[in-house]
């Protein structure tokens, strides 16, 4: 690995951990522009190494929280196992996708994403809650008192959830926490702290699923990955800690704003060759 490109992959990797670490998810968004556009990889090659990228961040913060107490290990191991006949489709779906339809699609997603964080916005502010993680876009409220009512659960919803997210893991190779995190609130009735580091479990199982499917598909280039999951570590360390110093709209605004960016950036590169 080159001076120049160790130069680019280490603040990237830095600033994918961060956000795992701060909002339980969105890493991966910005994991594969950088290998794409910034380390010359093509784009199978990026959703592969992004999900090496991402459960190394995940690892990081997983550690963090569960120190913390705010794991729910029994519900993501089981929303996250559900997930991986999704997660095996996806993976093998987006190998037979051209790279430009899968840098599309991929720019669509961070668009939808983008608007989703941009609308939420206005109705958080002012709320003294927890740090929201990326993709909240109905948070429950919780009765006087601070505790949330039981919630009855429904089997075949968690479990189509719970696939729908592994199959956007697989596809993208993204880690899927904008997802996951208000699947786990909404479904699981989770509390948003709990849900962010439970998120972190369900993204590693998904990432690991995932990376099992690519195996013998394709060369990973591990001398980059390596500094760039290095840095992703110590990211998701610093964001874990940032999440007390900041307000979370702070963080949610800048992300979406520099995701609406990149968006952009990659459909009108990769439209007009469609």
Do not use: K
Not at 116 to 129: C, F, K, N, S, T
Request: charged residues 10%; aromatic residues 4%; proline residues 7%.
């Amino acid at each position: 690995m080159s001076l120049v490109i160790a130069a680019a992959a280490l603040p990237c990797g830095l600033l994918i951990g961060l956000l795992l670490g701060a909002l339980g998810g969105g890493g991966s968004l910005l994991a594969i522009p950088a290998l794409v556009y910034l380390l010359g990889q093509s784009p199978h090659e990026a959703t592969a190494g992004a999900l090496v990228v991402v459960a190394v961040g995940a690892v990081t913060g997983l550690a963090c929280h569960a120190r913390a107490g705010r794991i729910r290990w029994a519900a993501g191991a089981a929303f996250g196992t559900l997930g991986t006949a999704g997660t095996f489709l996806g993976s093998r779906w987006s190998a037979t996708i051209g790279p430009t339809v899968l840098m599309t699609a991929f720019a669509g997603l961070m668009l939808t994403v983008a608007a989703a964080l941009l609308i939420r916005i206005p109705r958080e502010r002012g709320a003294q809650a927890a740090p929201l993680p990326l993709g909240d876009l109905a948070r429950p409220q919780a009765p006087a008192g601070g505790h949330r009512p039981t919630r009855s659960l429904r089997p075949l919803r968690v479990a189509a959830t719970a696939s729908a997210v592994g199959l956007l893991t697989g596809f993208f190779g993204v880690g899927g926490g904008f997802v996951v995190v208000p699947a786990l609130t909404l479904v699981l009735g989770l509390e948003m702290p709990v849900a962010i580091g439970t998120s972190l479990l369900v993204i590693l199982i998904n990432s690991a699923t995932a990376l099992a499917t690519r195996a013998g598909t394709g060369p990973l280039d591990w001398p980059l990955l390596t500094g760039f999951a290095a840095c992703a570590a110590l990211g998701s360390y610093l964001g874990n800690r940032l999440t007390t110093r900041l307000p979370p709209q702070t963080l949610t605004t800048a992300f979406a704003s520099l995701v609406t960016l990149l968006a952009v950036t990659m459909a009108a590169a990769a439209i007009p060759r469609l």
